[in-house]
């Protein structure tokens, strides 16, 4: 029964002294009879997509800032109710003004096992990557942007790995299509258009060593040669036709270019490659998966 003596109003003035901050309840630290379900560790207990402006180098030499999408976790072992979750991003706001990039995260996370007493953590940053594009014959430029994200994990044992994703668009033109449409050209004189498609590989690597993300995009451009466009003009138009048609792929041999241009990269330990080509044709998608095959690697 709820007291009709309560006080409903909030007072500014309020200031809270150690003493009363010591008589807080604290279920999170309570005892293990507290446990609801199964008393077991879980694998990771955290918060995700907190957003701060981080910052990013660039080949350049500049620092790029970004808005950034934030997921923390760490392990929690049998025996404890939960962790302190405000910890996760206040540990990481006392690293808000580095630059990050892959190795960085490792600072961050030895940081989460001390502050939250867990033997492991993860630690995954997302964001939208700008990089200028030239056109194809125009002479303009402009930015295309690229869905990445870089993760670290550090393990009970103190391994440390590290990974970049990265989605790459890019046309598909059908090389079956254009053989049709050529046959029909040819045969009867019908004017046909052989159908090809926006695609999208989705990329991770696990990392050697440091790797910037326009050495990836650079990557997939050479592996794919027909990535979507920012700035078009006529003759670009009529230039990615022609690249469409001089770089015919299906799906399959999206996945096998890029493993052939990602395979001979000293800094990529392991990587895993999903090409989706969205089907003109079809009303469903056509979709290709590879990895490197390293033993115990990424599937």
């Known amino acids: 029964m709820i007291s009709t003596n309560l006080k409903r109003f909030y ?14 309840p604290d279920l999170q630290n309570g005892p293990a009879s507290l446990i609801e379900g199964a008393n077991v560790p879980i694998q990771q207990v ?3 997509n907190f957003k701060l402006p981080l910052k990013y180098p660039t080949p350049s030499g500049d620092v790029i800032t970004l808005e950034t999408s934030v997921d923390g976790y760490v392990g929690l072992d049998a025996g404890k109710k939960g962790i ?18 892959p190795d960085k995260l490792r600072d961050i996370l030895e940081q989460y096992q001390e502050d ?21 014959r125009s002479g303009m430029s402009g930015y ?18 590290r990974f970049v994703h990265i989605d790459f668009e890019y046309s598909s033109a059908c090389p079956c299509s254009f053989e049709l449409a050529e046959h029909a050209r040819e045969t009867r004189d019908v004017a046909t258009i052989p159908h090809s498609q926006r695609s999208v590989a989705n990329i991770t690597v696990q990392l050697n060593s440091e790797m910037m993300i326009d050495d990836l995009v650079m990557a997939c451009r050479e592996a794919l040669k027909t990535e979507t466009q920012v700035m ?3 003759e670009d138009e009529q230039a990615f036709a022609e690249l469409n048609g001089a770089y015919q792929k299906f ?7 890029l493993y052939d241009e990602l395979n001979t990269d000293e800094r990529i330990r392991d990587f ?10 079809h009303s469903h998608d056509a979709v290709s998966r590879i990895c490197k095959g390293v033993p115990n690697g990424l599937r």
Do not use: W
Not at 116 to 136: G, N, V
Not at 146 to 160: H, M, P, R, S
Not at 251 to 257: G, M, N, S
């Open 11 to 24: 007072d500014p003035t309020f200031v809270v002294t150690d003493q009363y901050k010591e008589s807080l």
């Open 46 to 48: 955290g918060i995700s």
């Open 84 to 101: 302190n979750m405000s910890r996760i991003m206040r540990t990481f706001y006392k690293f808000k003004d580095e630059i990050f990039h």
């Open 116 to 136: 939250l007493e867990s033997r492991s953590a993860f630690l995954k940053l997302s964001f939208s990557y700008p990089m200028i594009q030239e056109s194809l």
């Open 144 to 161: 295309q942007y690229y869905n990445v994200a870089i993760e670290g994990k550090l393990d009970e044992q103190g391994k440390f790995t």
């Open 232 to 234: 078009v003009k006529r």
């Open 251 to 257: 799906v399959e041999d999206a996945a096998r270019l």
């Open 272 to 281: 895993v490659v999903r090409c989706a080509h969205l089907e003109s044709l």
